[in-house]
């Protein structure tokens, strides 16, 4: 029964974190992730997977899109990568890193957003008066 309430999905940091860049120790995590969305019927946009036991220790990084992997040397590169493939192909980026995604497009890529959030807004201005010191 419809109550014309608005609804909103609290994601929480980890889901957030894992819809941009998914860390696993081996092959057969990664592989484990991609089949859980898959059978979630998740949509599984362009993101961004490292090998490692832990982020500083990083043995190998790939973007996957479209089932094609993409090897990097570089986090940030792969990153970078990712989000031009998502802006490239007009895809929508997953509901659990918009707020992510919103920071990443002010503040490093200085795009005006359709999407707007205060707190995201306060922290790239921060950040910015922080490097003009």
Known sequence: MATGK????????????????????????????????????VSIQPFVYCIGKDIFS??????????????????????????????????EFPAESVVFILFIEICF???KSAITNSKVHILCEYLADQSTQ
């Open 6 to 41: 608005k609804t909103t999905t609290k994601f929480t940091i980890k889901d957030s974190q894992e819809s941009v860049l998914f860390l696993g120790t081996n092959q057969q995590e990664i592989e484990d992730r991609i089949d859980h969305l898959k059978k979630r019927n």
């Open 58 to 91: 990083v043995e190998d990084i790939c973007v996957i899109f479209d089932d094609i992997r993409f090897k990097f040397s570089n986090v940030l590169r792969a990153l970078d990568i990712c989000f031009k493939i998502i802006y490239l192909f007009d895809l």
């Open 109 to 111: 890529f200085k795009f």
